[in-house]
């Protein structure tokens, strides 16, 4: 099955919003509260003494934060 330009941003724009927990109409002050309160509960750092395994998926998630935030961003046209 081939996607469409359009239909794969649609659909990762739609992963970025449910990765960060927000519906589709939220807006970039919404998305960035969002996102700094998830890095806060979700950085590494915080698992120092956690158990490899944990600290693997921690990482994993934290990074999908980034990317969906990331994703976020250039959807709102927001630079820095």
Request: charged share 30%; hydrophobic share 35%.
């Amino acid at each position: 099955r081939t996607s469409t330009a359009k239909g794969t941003r649609s659909s990762t724009l739609e992963w970025a919003f449910q990765t960060l927990g927000l519906k589709p109409q939220a807006s970039f002050e919404e998305a960035r509260s969002q996102y700094r309160l998830l890095v806060k509960q979700l950085h590494p750092d915080k698992f120092h003494g956690a158990p490899e395994e944990v600290r693997r998926v921690v990482t994993r998630q934290f990074q999908e934060l980034q990317r969906a935030f990331e994703v976020l961003k250039r959807h709102f046209g927001v630079t820095a």
